[in-house]
DNA sequence: TATTCCCCGCCAGGGT
């Protein structure tokens, strides 16, 4: 290999040599990626999926050192070049791929390179000697690029870095930290003006934002957007249950799929089954090898909350082909290159179209192959939301990831890490701090806010020497004091963790976490489903469950409290769309025309809207007066709108409502005849004094503590302990509901406060989705039914609002009952 | 028998 490598060659000629040696060319794309490169630029490279994204961006800062040093002869591996690259990963897990990924370039040229990754569970030894001298280019985590900045003597490094390069970008932007890594990129410019940044994403609503947040607003040098693999081939469809008629109008388990599901992956060599939950995996697992139980240990389960030795089992088997099938939810979205993923099963609504194309490329995941995904609604309504997903794809109406608005707890974070890091002068950091694109409307007042936070806790602090972490020393900001330094660095980063337990066998093995919610409900004894197996609690001790393998049937299924999915706003309006077309008779595609007798029934008992029009059920049985309303906005809209309007409602009425949500409506329910018709003529859907309204109809305060815990973690309140000897999550709530009470009575101005309600608006509530529907609706024909029978739109609603009363056997039965009337009123009235 | 709610990160100097 040197032989070769000793002749006379341009630098391309070696890369394209390389790329010969491996029987294929570069993309037009690559080339176009190097040349920007070489000309200085920085930029994104976005794709829908991962591959050849990698060596276009990894080879410009490869070409540019082969310019700098044409002459092999001179390459020394016992001396590799000084630090040139980093390469920001989102996943620990990503970090030992794409070391391997791009060293084989290196070694394929033989560059006298050193390449290394770093992140927390690097061995101590490796990150001492890292401290010293930085490799040629480096592989590490947002969480650990922070870290790099508390060390004063990197400085001088740093300052020769060439680039920077920020992998799945789409994965951070838009998140807290996304926004630590622009306050990273911006020191980084700092010390190199001429830095040249480099983001890979998956396609977006939103490109130039996710470049302009990347680079930075004013970035000093051209800046790019390159379009990697234009033609990759995907090939997206729905499994449609044999017998439509019968299948269930709610739910969202889907198991009466399995066995379709199962000659799916017989077919080919290896499957990727999602799903949308944690639960779920482990009962599709179950149900999976009930139905083939020769499959067992061909077939795994995998999600974040299962324990990394189990989960680096799972993926190894995926990796080397020895498993047939996995379940999974998005823990494998990202990351591990499973070229040996045949086709993908997405199980249940994909809630997004930008979700659903990343899953989908996690299969055929090399140049030119095709990607295959097949749909499997869990209820019958679900297959219009694969068709919607399916037309906002043709139609390039992919998600935006929305960028955050100044989040002041992670600028304070930052703040202190540069203080650790040799200190900074007010000005110039302000500077730099408002040449990031989320911070470069930055006040004076609020950089001044931030200095006080971090020098003696704000205005209601300054008597608790703790919250004193930096010393101010004439103009200039440091921290010296050993415990603040070691205490902020072991808890450096923007991620706030769930409260669990760990869930271990006697014998010793861990086998992941569940939340103490769930754990503290069951007794010794019980049985449940976990990592796969079916296991019984034994007993609890030092935050673990200890259990044993057990037999029988589950008494229990965990069930995490994840983060909520709500129907994009992209897919919400597709939804919209399909329904506007059944309206009019007009069905195609396989999933639509599947669902054309349910849609016949629909508009025979009651109507389909059309996108300017907004259906209202309103239905009396014996439980009262119900009404349904379908503004098919997602489920966090709809809570927030279900609120609303009842507050609205009793303003005209007093009575009191129950209600109920899902992705596509709200039911009310009220003991009183539901004043709809003289609400809507009082602006029940006004937008004016929304926010007002809003405010007023839910319990903002109870919200905005909970979300007070993140942010109170992220500026550094509140330190969460010793990684793998974490506080308790009851005495991290009780200090963190002590602070937000604390602000609220003797520091109302306090910015944090601010933050906080922002975000509850914001993400919990997405008020400004909300307002854009009451905005639709308002403007909106308003389509008044009264139905003979619950609707097919309106059942899965019905079974929901039942769900808070009735015991699941008893659900179970009525629901069984509903369907089995409503299958006779549907064959009667055809 | 029926069951909705994702994912991700994290110290290091001085002592044996």
């Known amino acids: 290999m040197l032989e070769v490598n000793r002749k006379k060659r341009t630098p391309l ?98 560059l006298p390179w050193r390449l290394e990754s770093r992140t927390g569970d690097s061995s101590q030894s490796l990150k001492a000697k890292q401290l010293k001298k930085l490799p040629t280019a480096l592989i590490t985590t947002p969480e650990s690029l922070s870290l790099l900045l508390t060390h004063e003597s990197l400085i001088p490094q740093l300052t020769g870095l060439e680039s920077v390069i920020v992998d799945e970008w789409h994965e951070l932007l838009g998140s807290k930290r996304g ?24 396609t977006l609503g939103n490109l130039v934002q996710a470049r302009d947040s990347l680079t930075g607003p004013h970035p000093v040098q051209n800046v790019q957007i390159i379009e990697g693999d234009k033609k990759k081939r995907m090939r997206l469809d729905s499994l449609i249950p044999r017998k439509m008629d019968r ?15 199962a000659s799916l992956i017989e077919q080919v060599g290896s499957t990727l089954v999602f799903a949308n939950t944690r639960s779920q995996t482990e009962i599709w697992y179950q149900h999976l090898l009930k139905h083939r139980p020769d499959w067992a240990g061909q077939i795994a389960v995998h999600h974040g909350s299962l324990d990394t030795s189990v989960r680096d089992w799972v993926e190894q088997g995926l990796k080397n082909g020895k498993l047939r099938a996995v379940v999974c939810t998005s823990s494998l979205d990202l990351g591990v290159d499973f070229s040996a993923v045949d086709q993908v099963i997405q199980v249940g609504s994909p809630k997004g179209s930008a979700r659903l194309l990343q899953r989908a490329g996690r299969s055929g995941h090399q140049p030119g192959a095709e990607s295959r995904l097949t749909f499997v609604p869990t209820n019958a309504i679900e297959l219009v939301e694969m068709a919607a997903a399916k037309t906002a794809i043709q139609n390039g109406n992919l998600e935006a990831r929305l960028l955050l608005n100044k989040p002041l707890d992670v600028l304070a974070q930052h703040v202190v890490t540069i203080a650790i890091g ?61 415990k603040i330094i070691t205490l902020h660095r072991m808890n450096i980063g923007t991620i706030v963790s769930d409260a669990s337990m760990k869930v271990k066998y006697m014998k010793g093995n861990t086998l992941g976490t569940v939340e103490e919610s769930f754990v503290s409900k069951l007794k010794p004894g019980d049985r449940f489903l976990f990592a796969g197996k079916l296991v019984e609690l034994v007993l609890i001790r030092d935050n673990t469950a ?4 057990s037999k029988g049937v589950p008494d229990a299924v965990p069930r995490w409290m994840g983060g909520r999915m709500p129907l994009s706003s ?8 399909k329904i506007q077309e059944a309206s009019e008779g007009q069905f195609l595609g396989s999933e639509m025309k599947s669902l054309q007798s349910l849609f016949d029934l629909q508009a025979k008992w009651s109507a389909l809207p059309r996108t300017n029009e907004l259906l209202i059920e309103l239905i009396k049985d014996r439980s009262g007066y119900q009404a349904f309303l379908f503004p098919f906005d997602g489920r966090l809209v709809h809570e927030g709108l279900a609120a609303l309007l009842a507050f609205r409602l009793s303003r005209i009425q007093k009575t009191t409502f129950s209600m109920a949500c899902n992705d596509h409506g709200i039911v009310l329910q009220s003991p009183h005849e539901i004043p709809i018709e003289k609400g809507i003529a009082n602006g029940l859907f006004t937008t004016e004094g929304l926010q007002e309204d809003i405010q007023q109809s839910l319990n903002s305060t109870e919200m905005a503590k909970r979300q007070f815990r993140h942010i109170a973690r992220i500026a550094g309140l509140i330190q969460s302990g010793l990684p793998g000897q974490r506080k308790s999550t009851n005495h991290i709530q009780a200090s963190s509901n002590l602070f937000f009470d604390v602000f609220t009575e003797y520091d109302p101005s306090n910015l944090l406060l601010d933050q906080c309600r ?43 609002k039942l769900r808070e009363r009735l015991s699941s056997e008893t659900l179970g039965e009525r629901v069984a009952r509903m369907q089995s009337e409503l299958e006779k009123a549907a064959t009667e009235s055809n």
């Open 13 to 110: 000629q070696i890369v394209l040599d390389y790329f010969a040696s491996k029987g294929h060319k570069p993309f037009r794309f690559q080339r176009d990626t190097w040349k920007a490169y070489a000309m200085g630029c920085s930029g994104l490279v976005h794709s829908a999926t991962g591959s050849g994204k990698t060596l276009a961006v990894w080879l410009g800062p490869v070409l540019q050192w082969l310019k700098e040093n044409p002459n092999p002869c001179e390459w020394n591996p016992k001396s590799p070049p000084a630090l040139r690259v980093l390469w920001i990963t989102p996943l620990r897990a990503l970090a030992a791929d794409t070391e391997n990924a791009l060293r084989s370039p290196l070694e394929g040229m033989g």
């Open 179 to 202: 926004v630590q890594v622009e306050l990273a990129l911006a020191r980084l410019r700092k010390f190199n003006p001429q830095l040249r940044t480099w983001g890979l994403s998956a």
């Open 247 to 261: 299948f269930p109008w709610s739910g969202h388990i889907g198991t009466q799929m399995v066995p379709q599901v």
């Open 422 to 482: 040799g200190g900074f002068q007010s000005d110039e950091l302000l500077q730099e701090v408002r040449s990031t694109l989320v911070f470069q409307s930055l006040t004076q007042e609020e950089w001044q806010w931030v200095l006080d936070f971090v020098v003696q806790g704000g205005s209601s602090l300054g008597a608790y020497p703790e919250f004193h972490r930096v010393e101010k020393k004439g103009d200039h900001y440091q921290v010296s004091i050993r």
């Open 546 to 549: 200890y259990v044993k393998r």
């Open 570 to 577: 992209e897919l919400s309006q597709a939804l919209r769309f």
């Open 758 to 800: 922002r975000e509850v608006l914001e993400q919990q509530m997405e008020v400004n989705r909300l307002r854009d529907s009451v905005d639709r609706m308002e403007q909106s024909r308003m389509l008044i039914t009264r139905p003979p029978k619950v609707t097919p739109l309106a059942f899965p609603l019905l079974v929901d």
